[in-house]
């Protein structure tokens, strides 16, 4: 299980004096950390941190020439590295990244050696739970997950990546009140792109079989009951009695579309009922009816309904 998708948390933290940023960064992570520097004198370091449901962000703006040994950890830590330069020491050699990648700090329980130079970068830790919750896949259907590389499969998946992280937490986790609908499939959606993006075994890892009318039907019925609730494609493939790819084949095949597709499709036509229902006198709004199905950008819900309705929103909510 993932941790409860709720409202993000944040904090940030600056400091020009070394030995208060390394200590803050040993407290920072649930493992073991060594750091060391040969600086001396005053530092620039800048730390800001979002966090929810087994997702953290950590940004950092860091003037140091720094040294770091880190034990496993239980989760993916994703680098999108703006300034600066990392090494990281390997049994084959030295790794380098530089300015404008994206790549793998750690991967799931394994830890790292390396260097990091006056670093300006976004960090993004990903939970193994949240990981198995974006693969769709049950704990006994998989092979041990293992990343077999440290830099995105393709331009084009790196770019997903980018988009995918960007919409994460510059749109859904920076909205407002924000619902744990929209959080919770937002957080899927990003484990399930950093599983497409770094290439490991998780990947097809289970064959479609015995999907058949009858696991389409229950899969159906499960989202259309429990599209108010904070499902994913594992709770659909647990109520159809299938495998996630099975029912993923099947929506493809039949309804031409995804099962979390198909969930948004059902969330929308909610958000319809309701601003068809409201009273003129409530004093509901399109926002507040979008956020309660997991809309949380106004612009992008108002196109879709569009798209789906034939007009805006708040037309059928003033109607």
């Known amino acids: 299980m993932t941790a409860a998708a709720t409202a993000p948390t944040r904090s940030s933290f600056s400091a020009t004096e070394i030995d208060e940023v390394l200590a803050f960064r040993r407290r920072g992570y649930d ?40 034990g496993p950890l239980a989760a993916l830590l994703v680098c999108r590295l703006d300034q600066g330069r990392f090494e990281r020491e390997t049994s084959e050699g030295v790794q ?15 830890g790292y050696v390396g260097r990091w130079t006056g670093t300006q970068a976004g960090f993004t830790m990903l939970g193994n739970d949240l ?5 769709g896949l049950a704990a006994g259907d998989t092979p041990p997950l293992r990343f077999t590389g440290f830099r995105p499969v393709s331009a084009a998946a790196g ?17 407002p009140d924000v619902g744990p609908l929209a959080v919770g499939s ?9 599983l497409s993006t770094f290439a490991n075994t998780w990947v097809d890892a289970v064959p479609v079989a015995g999907a058949g009318p009858d696991t389409l039907r229950r899969a159906v019925a499960y989202v259309e009951d429990h599209a108010h ?55 509901a709004t399109v926002t507040e009816i979008a956020m309660r199905w997991g809309f949380p950008h106004p612009g992008r819900f108002a196109a879709s309904y569009k798209a789906a309705y034939g007009r805006p929103p708040r037309a059928t909510l003033t109607s």
């Not at 990981?131 to 693969?135: E, V």
């Not at 937002?186 to 950093?194: D, I, Q, S, V």
């Open 131 to 135: 990981l198995q919750a974006g693969s």
């Open 159 to 175: 770019l997903r990546w980018r988009r995918a992280s960007a919409y994460t937490f510059d749109t859904v986790l920076d909205a």
């Open 186 to 194: 937002a957080l899927r959606h990003l484990a399930a792109t950093a």
């Open 229 to 283: 609730l904070d499902i994913g494609i594992s709770e659909i493939a647990a109520a159809a009695r299938a495998t996630p790819r099975a029912v993923q084949y099947l929506f493809r095949q039949h309804l031409e579309t995804t099962p979390t597709g198909y969930l948004r499709r059902v969330r929308l036509d909610r958000a319809h009922a309701d601003l068809v229902a409201a009273a003129p006198s409530s004093g």
């Open 96 to 110: 380098r990244y530089g300015a404008g990648e994206d790549f793998l700090v750690t991967q799931p329980d394994r």
């Open 31 to 70: 493992g073991p950390l060594r750091l060391s520097t040969a600086d001396e004198g005053p530092c620039s370091y800048r730390h800001e941190r979002v966090e929810t449901g087994g997702l953290r962000r950590d940004t950092i703006v860091d003037s140091l020439h720094l040294e770091v040994e880190m």
